[in-house]
């Protein structure tokens, strides 16, 4: 018998294949579409593991659900590479973005930070579909915008508020 739990825990792995999957179209000619689709299912695949995975009545932790975060910093590293592979940003930016993250996240004990460092990856994904393939530009933000709406509650009262207190806390979570 298939438990909510483990179906979110395979959904949450998902991701991590499709960050792979990502890097491997970089390296494919004509790759776009697949790859702003393979995004568009990788966020579904995180805006609905954490929904099922609390209609697990047995209410477990697994290590799935403890890396649900790496799985989305995977997922946003599969990005960046896909960008860089492609020629959508150079390979020296992509590289130094890459150094600046690894060393930020091993100096600053912040999760906030680790929110934040999936921006400019998401954000180029966005601007590329816009850009390159406006109807998956137009799915991409449309999911976007769906999102917000669907968990604006719980965005505006907990998610936002914690992130920009933990942004402004992050010199005391650094390493002595």
């Not at 130094?96 to 400019?120: D, N, T």
Request: aromatic fraction near 14%; glycine fraction near 6%.
């Amino acid at each position: 018998m298939l438990h909510a739990k483990t179906l979110a825990d395979l959904l949450t792995a998902l991701r991590f294949f499709c960050a792979l999957y990502l890097i491997w179209l970089g390296l494919q000619a004509n790759s776009l579409e697949a790859a702003m689709l393979t995004l568009w299912v990788a966020w579904v695949t995180d805006l609905i593991d954490g929904a099922i995975a609390r209609r697990d009545p047995r209410q477990i932790h697994t290590f799935m659900s403890d890396h649900d975060l790496t799985a989305d910093m995977t997922l946003s590293f599969g990005c960046w590479c896909y960008l860089a592979l492609k020629g959508f940003i150079s390979p020296a930016v992509a590289l130094g973005y890459i150094a600046l993250v690894v060393l930020a996240l091993w100096y600053f004990k912040a999760l906030h930070l680790r929110w934040a460092v999936q921006v400019p990856p998401y954000f180029g994904m966005l601007l590329v579909a816009v850009t390159q393939v406006p109807h998956y530009g137009a799915l991409l933000i449309g999911w976007l915008l769906f999102v917000v709406i669907v968990i604006w509650p719980r965005f505006s009262r907990k998610v936002v508020p914690e992130f920009l207190s933990g942004m402004r806390n992050l010199w005391r979570t650094r390493r002595y």
